[in-house]
């Protein structure tokens, strides 16, 4: 049997959050630049984003850029920039065929001006697409997006908007970047690191998480299988106990 024909398909994840991590060490290993392992991470998105299709799972939210990012070499920043842009243009015939949303977070206003023009373009392409929202974190860090919640509800009070009293997880979980997603129920991280890396904090509170020694160029569906496979044998308690 494969790890897809294992898997059960009443107990799937519902959203799945990816840190997309080991392209600069895979490329070191073959004696090559960092830029190279980030071309060879695209093949990766298409496999885990394919593979989510085939399991029939709606949302999928990759790392492909963090706030940190930002103080790599200028030319390792440009190149992903550059990467970005190239990759949206060629995947949008993909976004069509599989019914795939495409949706963003993070500091986009950060975002070089072709870049956030490519996105904007390809979210409204996108935008009534229903079978997965693919959510790109560019610029993402999520410190910044819950200080960034927090002034909007500090915002709303003084306007007298808002009572005190009446902020709740909930209303403060729609001021995040994610306010129309769910929460993860499955975090993967390729690399062999086992950290957050200021990803998705609020959102992954109850999350499993998963991890592969595998650099990101090396991921394949089968691999995404597995980890579902890996989340359908734990049992998630929420806090609570089994009985
Ligand atoms: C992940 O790979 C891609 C981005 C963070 C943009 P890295 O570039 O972090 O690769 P390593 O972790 O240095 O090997
Ligand atoms: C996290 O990876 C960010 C992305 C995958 C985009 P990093 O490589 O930037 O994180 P650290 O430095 O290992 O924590
Ligand atoms: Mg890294």
Redesign the pocket.
């Known amino acids: 049997m494969t790890y897809k024909e294992k898997i059960d398909n009443s107990n799937l994840p519902k959203h799945i959050a990816v840190?997309?991590?080991?392209?600069?060490?895979?490329?070191?290993g073959l004696g090559k630049l960092?830029i190279f392992?980030?071309q060879n991470?695209v093949k990766a998105v298409r496999e885990t984003l394919e593979g989510t299709i085939e399991l029939g799972i709606p949302y999928l939210t990759l790392?492909?850029?963090?706030s940190e990012?930002w103080h790599?070499p200028q030319k390792?920043v440009q190149a992903?920039m550059e990467l970005l842009v190239s990759s949206l243009t060629k995947e949008l015939p993909l976004f069509h065929k599989h019914n795939i949303r495409l949706n963003a977070i993070g500091q986009l206003e950060d975002l070089p001006v072709d870049c956030q023009k490519a996105l904007s373009q390809t979210m409204d392409a996108t935008r009534d697409h229903t079978r997965c929202t693919l959510t790109l974190a560019l610029s993402y860090g999520s410190r910044k997006e819950i200080l960034h919640a927090t002034k909007t509800i500090a915002q709303e009070i003084q306007n007298g908007q808002l009572d005190i009293a009446d902020i709740t997880e909930e209303k403060f979980a729609k001021r995040l970047y994610t306010h129309d997603i769910p929460d993860p129920d499955l975090m993967i991280r390729t690399?062999g690191?086992y950290r957050i890396s200021n990803y998705l904090l609020w959102q992954l509170a109850y999350a499993e998480l998963w991890f592969t020694d595998k650099?990101?160029p090396e991921f394949t569906r089968e691999d995404l299988f597995l980890a579902v496979l890996d989340y359908q044998k734990r049992e998630r308690r929420f806090g609570k106990t089994s009985e």
Do not use: P, V
């Open positions: 840190i997309m991590d080991g392209n600069g060490r895979w490329a070191k960092r392992g980030h991470g790392y492909a850029f963090s990012n790599r390792e992903l690399s690191e650099m990101w």
